[in-house]
């Protein structure tokens, strides 16, 4: 694999069905990865992989539910088998859910941290044991602004997305000296279905997105500020602006973070008194 190239690189990518995963997949497939496309959704992650190969593109698709350890491993197994080798695990699926800690149920914070937190640490020993025995390899856990600042009324994604990026930056530390690279995305606000398909406690996704004073980015421009920090081997990978300057004010200072959080929650409790 040429440095700082995806070309013929062996990719696997968790959620590629739908959203930010499903344009890193198309997007891995235009700059000519060997794309493996998995999702708990096996139609939906075929249908990704068959577009990247009428595009001129190699992929191909597989069922896959992140919370199943055994079922990652017989995952990258099959991909070492046919590929020879694993250079890249986007462990990207994930799920959302919002409202108060005080309104939200035991099981939705079980929901979120198995897909969120154990599906990552699922997939990222299992390629991590098998990275290490080749010598190389790149393991990119999708987190978020979410796990650099926290996010007021949703408290099971933060504490998820901050466990992804003390693992990344663990694991990183661990795997230098054998080859091994690994990276924490922290987007801000992208343009995809998330929303669409979080859980929501005595709260609505209208009220909930009307919350948000930032613009959402464009799922692509998103996928390629990803995949070049990949490509530069960038430990925390943080984007657009305004995350980066949140983060800097929070490293700086981390009353700033809790202040910007209790904005939200008063907003919140505001609107939901008047409705």
Not at 3 to 17: P, R
Not at 47 to 69: H, M, N, Q, W, Y
Not at 195 to 213: C, H, R, V
Request: net charge positive; aromatic share 8%.
């Amino acid at each position: 694999m040429a440095k700082g190239s995806f070309e013929d690189a062996v990719a696997v990518v968790t959620g590629g069905a739908s959203g930010l995963g499903k344009a890193l997949c198309e997007e891995l497939g235009r700059r000519h990865a060997r794309v493996v496309v998995t999702d708990l959704q096996e139609e939906g992650a075929r249908a990704v992989a068959e577009s990247i190969v009428k595009a001129g593109g190699r992929a191909t698709a597989a069922a896959l539910d992140v919370r199943d350890a055994a079922a990652f491993e017989r995952i990258l197994d099959s991909t070492v088998a046919g590929h020879g080798r694993l250079d890249y695990l986007f462990n990207n699926a994930g799920l959302a859910a919002v409202g108060e800690v005080q309104s939200l149920p035991l099981d939705i914070w079980h929901r979120v941290l198995d897909v969120n937190l154990w599906g990552v640490i699922h997939g990222a020993t299992a390629a991590y044991a098998r990275m290490v025995r080749q010598g190389s390899g790149h393991i990119v856990n999708i987190a978020s602004l979410a796990g650099l600042a926290g996010a007021a009324l949703s408290s099971p994604y933060s504490a998820s997305k901050f466990g992804v990026v003390g693992l990344s930056l663990t694991l990183r530390a661990e795997g230098a000296d054998l080859g091994i690279k690994v990276s924490a995305v922290c987007p801000g606000f992208i343009e995809t279905s998330i929303f669409d398909n979080s859980s929501y406690t005595d709260a609505t996704q209208e009220g909930m997105i009307g919350l948000i004073p930032f613009k959402f980015m464009d799922v692509d421009v998103a996928v390629r500020k990803l995949l070049q920090g990949v490509e530069r081997n960038r430990p925390i990978i943080v984007f657009p602006f305004y995350a980066r300057f949140l983060w800097w004010l929070t490293r700086l200072r981390p009353q700033i973070g809790v202040d910007v959080n209790r904005k939200t929650a008063r907003a919140f409790r505001r609107r939901k008194a008047k409705s």
